[in-house]
């Protein structure tokens, strides 16, 4: 089974700082892929950046990056200069590629930006 | 742009009546799945869907079930609602294929049992 653990219920970051956000994974399986998904107030769930298990660079999307450490099973979420935008959950999730495509999710993390 | 819609923003129900959440998505996808999201919890899977007529337990089905006739809608049913299911329900469609391809998500429903 996947497990996706997300450590920080909250965090406060001031803004144009940036923020790491803490996610481990548990999994057995060798292919596999993990998502970030943000979530405003609005309810929407909005996806942010992706890495392959077998991707060897780190991901990045503009102001996001994926700091994957795949030994350590941990994909940690880089927020670069923070905008008050920025304030919302966000998300780690996993898909196993030999347990269908469906998407296990941590308990999220809330961002707050301080301006 | 694909979107899936959820037909319901806010719902209120009574315990024990049949609750029916609907959701269409209007890109052909092929996999379908219904959330449910609790603070501190995440996102749990209740039921996932890969083909028409097709259907899958995730990881908390007790107390549902789903039908998909149409490969475009998928519904969730509380057989008996209770209070234990107040929470906010949340609908995703993908395609087959792997990679980044993605999930997309409706703007969810926030059930309320009382």
């Known amino acids: 089974a996947q497990k996706i653990t997300q450590t920080q219920p909250g965090m406060f970051v001031q803004e144009k700082e940036a923020v790491t956000l803490d996610c481990t994974y548990d999994t057995s399986d060798q292919s596999y892929g993990l998502f970030w998904y943000k979530q405003p107030s609005s309810g929407e769930m909005i996806f942010l950046i992706y890495?392959?298990?077998?991707?060897?660079q780190n991901a990045t999307e503009g102001r996001y990056s994926l700091n994957f450490q795949k030994a350590r099973k941990s994909a940690n979420l880089v927020i670069s200069a923070s905008q008050l935008g920025d304030s919302a959950m966000y998300f780690c999730?996993?898909?196993?590629?030999?347990?269908?495509?469906?998407?296990?999710f941590g308990g999220g993390t809330r961002l707050m930006v301080k301006p | 742009d694909v979107k899936v819609t959820q037909s319901s923003r806010y719902l209120v129900k009574r315990t024990g009546e049949k609750v029916f959440l609907e959701c269409v998505q209007d890109?052909?996808?092929?996999?379908m799945f219904w959330y449910r999201q609790d603070p501190g919890l995440g996102l749990r899977l209740i039921y996932f869907?890969?083909?028409?007529?097709?259907?899958e337990k995730g990881d908390i089905p007790e107390g549902y079930s789903v039908s998909r006739e149409k490969k475009e809608r998928f519904s969730l049913i509380l057989e008996s609602a209770s209070t234990n299911q107040t929470s906010m329900y949340l609908c995703?469609?993908?395609?087959?294929?792997?990679?980044?391809?993605?999930?997309?998500f409706g703007s969810g429903t926030r059930l309320t049992v009382v």
């Open positions: 995703a469609s993908s395609y087959k294929t792997r990679g980044v391809d993605g999930y997309t």
């Open positions: 890495q392959g298990s077998y991707d060897e």
């Open positions: 999730a996993m898909r196993s590629n030999n347990a269908g495509n469906m998407l296990t």
């Open positions: 869907s890969y083909d028409v007529k097709m259907k």
């Open positions: 890109m052909d996808h092929e996999n």
